[in-house]
Structure formats: C-alpha cells, structure tokens
C-alpha cells in the first residue's frame, strides 16, 4: 500500500505536469503568432509529452489503489518578449520541476516504496533530457541573438520535431483506451 504522504506527493505531480502542459501551450500560443511556426511545433510537441506524463503518474495511482484527485491547473504565464526569453522561462521550468521529482524520489527512498522509487526514477531521468533541450536551444538562441536568418534556420530544426509517445504500453496513452488487464 502506498503511503499518504507519497500519493500526496504523486498526485499534486500530476496536476504540476498539466500545468506543465499548459505553459507550454501558452508559449506554443505565442510562438504561433509570433510567426515561428518550428518553435509552435517544438512547444506543441512539449505539451503532448507533459500531458504523457500526467496521465501516466494518473494511471500509477489507480494501479496502486489511489483514487486521483484533479484540483484546477493553474492560469499559465501568456507574456513573453521573444524565444529567447520562452526558452529561458522553460530552463528555469524544468529545473524546477526536477527539484519536484527529485524530492518524490527521496521520499519513496525513505518509506522504502520500492515499487514508487522505480517508477519515479524514469521521471529522474527524463529530466536530464528536459533540462539539457532546453539548454541546448537557449544556447543557440544567445549565439543568434538579433540574426533573423538564422533564427528562422532554428526555427526549420524545431519545426522537425515530432511526437513519440513516451509510454507505448501504457493502454490510456496508446490510442486505445483498453481497460487494463
Ligand atoms: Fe514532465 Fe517537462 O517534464
């Protein structure tokens, strides 16, 4: 049985990761009418992973006998001055958000929740990969700084992004809602 505390702690996770969602969809706004349609898609592309990841932590709970409660997602910040000030406000996101698993992961280490800290350790590691994109395109955006020619260059490499479902064996998250067995 999982603890209180820890379903506490997943489950406001689970609302922090539809907030995630949302700020990336209020920069995909953005970017959109900004004319970057790459950044649109690289943002819009974020979004769909954040809401993976909700869902997924959603489905965890009620695997671990958890009813999930969804308090309202917090209104997303909708000003922003340029890319490079989107891609610095998803840095300090995710960095935040890393603070949030790690300190899920100590928990389950400390109640011993084995099963919990495996779970929560794929969240550790995809938040490597969370921080490190988001360093990599705010480097290029400080080495392009007003160069609009290579701005929109950037913008034709994140416009190649594209969506791969993150858990392809969780049934909610593989386009086939099948209850699971
Ligand atoms: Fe859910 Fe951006 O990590």
């Not at 000003?79 to 790690?102: C, M, P, S, W, Y």
Request: charged share 20%; with cysteine.
């Amino acid at each position: 049985m999982i603890s209180e505390k820890l379903a506490k702690a997943l489950n406001d996770q689970v609302n922090a990761e539809f907030y995630s969602a949302y700020l990336y969809l209020s920069m995909s706004a953005y970017t959109e009418g900004s004319g970057l349609k790459g950044a649109a898609n690289w943002l819009y592309i974020q979004t769909r992973e954040e809401t993976a990841h909700a869902i997924h932590m959603y489905q965890y709970l009620i695997d671990r006998g958890v009813n999930p409660s969804l308090p309202a997602i917090e209104a997303p910040e909708t000003n922003f001055t340029g890319l490079q000030d989107v891609f610095e406000k998803t840095l300090a996101h995710e960095q935040k958000v890393t603070e949030r698993i790690n300190k899920i992961a100590t928990l389950a280490m400390k109640e011993n929740d084995h099963a919990c800290y495996q779970f929560i350790m794929w969240f550790v590691n995809e938040q490597v990969e969370e921080e490190a994109n988001a360093t990599d395109i705010l480097t290029k955006l400080k080495m392009i700084g007003d160069n609009k020619g290579l701005l929109l260059s950037l913008d034709t490499e994140l416009a190649a992004r594209i969506y791969n479902n993150p858990f392809p064996t969780d049934a909610k998250l593989s386009g086939g809602g099948a209850a699971k067995a």
